[in-house]
């Protein structure tokens, strides 16, 4: 193959064919499931004994078993053509930026393609591909990165393991029609490359989202729910009528999303908030969201002119609600901090890779276990902070303020007085007994200093050497509501948390007021 023959290809014909095969195995399955039904329904649960029973049940066994073989074999010529019209696509339209990487990637996907192909069409000849056993492997390798035809479609991708900056310096290498291809052909792909513009991951995480719930029998209960309340959150918009990007989108794990207010690529300031204890998916459609929003609009109110992008970072698993009472040991470990603190740095640097000109200021804003994200992703070199906020936080994994690579004088710490989650341990009695109780709290006690919190020294403590701005006290009698209010309203508008927030994300600095010991 030449590269006069790849641009005079029409891969545009295959997914008609594959789409037929997708018909056929549709029918089939049909079959297999009203077979099921009406035959081995009424063998199995007949009350039928003896040996003509075994051997009829058997038979019936058999034949469902080669319904089913046979419905994934199709799925397997489906897959095989939609793959190599992708591939096909995505190197035809590489072809002006590198005609020989473009080529080479066809030719590879071509062979790959006929190869399986090939095998699945000796595999109906001779029978095995009524075998069970041999379909599900052979649709387990769909989706195996060391298969031909998907290393292929992957030589047109950054190598694994590549920086942001190297998928931006790749992604604008790309013709537009191969970056359209690519997006359309593998959304889950596009939209999770940290380096990428902003509105070109919206647009691939914004498809794989309706593809995703298009298939309901793919992802179910939570993360069903969660991927229903983004979906709600991206149809509402935003309420300033500007820009509402999906910014990643993930199934992995109890569920990823970013969603941001503003365009990260042109706003002068630029907000990350990281939620903590208890955040699902669907809270980053809900609750969450609207912190980010409320958090753009502080900023906006005080940045004289300047324009801001706030978004809601959940890019890692945060521990459940009931680690804040210590029933499991979930809560007094910072694993699940230290994945999402490299990942956190790696959107970061995304967002830096992808912009035009000069950097825009980011403020990384972390509330209850999201402080710690902050913090242990803020200890890195090259970090793409340049304000940290910390709020209702259980220590931010470092001792001092000028552990944090973007220098003590630009950390700043919120603690509500009834906040149980930012409250000292007191001897057995840790964060005034509200959490704990009996041995688990007499070993946390004995476990940290008096000016020290789970992960850490207490952000809120002097020796830290942050700058501490006033907070509501919040309600004793309701002590986690005291936890949730760092980001709210009051009536005449932005609470003093929320207000200092938007004054670090704006590059104004927090308010510092004379605040009681902690």
């Known amino acids: 193959m030449d590269a006069a023959a790849l641009a005079a290809a029409r891969p545009a014909e295959l997914p008609a064919a594959a789409a037929a095969y997708g018909a056929l195995a549709a029918a089939l399955e049909g079959h297999h499931q009203a077979w099921a039904r009406q035959t081995a329904g009424r063998v199995h649960g007949s009350g039928w004994q003896g040996r003509a029973a075994e051997l009829a049940g058997a038979a019936v066994d058999r034949a469902t078993g080669r319904l089913q073989a046979a419905w994934v074999e199709l799925t397997l010529v489906q897959e095989t053509l939609r793959q190599a019209a992708e591939a096909f696509a995505v190197a035809q339209a590489a072809l002006p930026g590198d005609p020989a990487g473009a080529v080479a990637a066809a030719e590879r996907a071509d062979a790959a393609a006929a190869q399986r192909l090939t095998a699945l069409a000796a595999a109906a000849r001779d029978g095995r591909a009524l075998t069970p056993a041999a379909a599900v492997a052979g649709l387990g390798r ?26 931006a310096a790749w992604w604008r290498g790309l013709a537009p029609g191969a970056r359209a291809a690519l997006t359309e052909g593998r959304p889950d792909l596009v939209g999770a490359l940290d380096g990428l513009p902003a509105r070109d991951r919206d647009r691939a995480n914004r498809l794989q989202l309706s593809r995703l719930l298009e298939h309901p029998d793919v992802l179910s209960g939570p993360l069903r729910e969660g991927l229903r309340a983004v979906a709600a959150r991206l149809a509402e918009g935003d309420p300033a009528g500007g820009d509402l990007l999906l910014l990643a989108l993930g199934a992995q794990g109890q569920g990823r999303a970013v969603l941001g207010y503003g365009d990260p690529d042109t706003a002068d300031d630029v907000a990350v908030y990281v939620p903590g204890f208890g955040t699902e998916l669907a809270a980053a459609g809900r609750g969450d969201a609207e912190r980010a929003e409320r958090i753009r609009t502080a900023a906006a109110r005080c940045g004289g002119g300047r324009t801001t992008a706030a978004m809601v970072w959940l890019g ?106 930012g409250r000292l341990p007191a001897g057995s009695g840790v964060a005034g007994g509200m959490l704990l109780g009996g041995p688990a709290a007499a070993a946390l006690g004995q476990a940290v200093g008096p000016d020290e919190l789970w992960f850490g020294r ?21 002590p986690f509501a005291s936890h949730s209010a760092y980001f709210d309203a009051a009536p005449d508008g932005p609470s003093a948390s929320l207000e200092n927030i938007g004054r670090v994300v704006a590059g104004r600095g927090a308010e510092t007021t004379a605040v009681p010991p902690r």
């Not at 952000?459 to 009698?477: I, L, Q, S, T």
Request: hydrophobic share 40%.
């Open 142 to 167: 769909l989706s195996d990165p060391r298969e031909p035809l998907n290393a292929a479609l992957r030589a047109l991708l950054p190598p694994p393991g590549a920086g942001p900056g190297e998928v």
């Open 316 to 421: 890692y698993d945060a521990p459940p609600n009931e680690g804040l009472s210590l029933r499991s040991a979930e809560v007094a470990g910072d694993a699940r901090a230290k994945a999402g603190a490299a990942d956190l740095n790696r959107f970061l640097g995304g967002l830096r890779a992808a912009r035009p000109g000069e950097p825009a200021h980011v403020t990384a804003v972390g509330h209850s276990y999201g402080s710690l994200v902050v913090g242990l992703a803020a200890r890195q070199d090259g970090t793409g902070m340049d304000d940290v906020v910390l709020v209702g936080s259980p220590g931010a994994g470092v001792d001092r303020a000028d552990g944090l690579k973007v220098g003590a004088g630009h950390v700043y710490v919120g603690v509500a007085e009834h906040d149980p989650v």
């Open 458 to 478: 207490d952000p809120a403590d002097a020796g830290f050497g942050a700058h501490r701005f006033e907070v509501a006290p919040g309600d004793p009698e309701h």
